[in-house]
């Protein structure tokens, strides 16, 4: 099966989180939050969206961070997914 965003939706896969922080300290599994990275699996036409005209700006294999509660997590294949608006994407890492 594959997920198809409608409207500025888009489909993302969350990246996994570090186990070790950058000074080799060793996270245990409860203490870690989840990371608000993800990639870009899936991006919706844009177009006329609740009256406003919604250019995509995000592209299928992008890096972003989307905001810390957003999106409606799916579960597909065995892969979780989040579906966020656009708008909830915060910002695409270069």
Do not use: F, H
């Amino acid at each position: 099966m594959k997920l198809v965003p409608l409207g500025d939706r888009v489909v993302l896969k969350q990246l996994i989180a570090e186990e070790t922080t950058k000074s080799g300290i060793v996270l245990p599994g409860q203490t870690k939050e989840k990371p608000q990275q993800a990639e870009v699996v899936a991006v919706g036409p844009g177009g006329n969206v609740d009256g406003k005209e919604v250019v995509m700006q995000v592209a299928v294999g992008d890096k972003v961070i989307y905001s810390k509660y957003s999106g409606t997590e799916v579960e597909l294949d065995d892969e979780e997914y989040i579906v966020v608006r656009q708008n909830d994407i915060l910002a695409v890492i270069k």
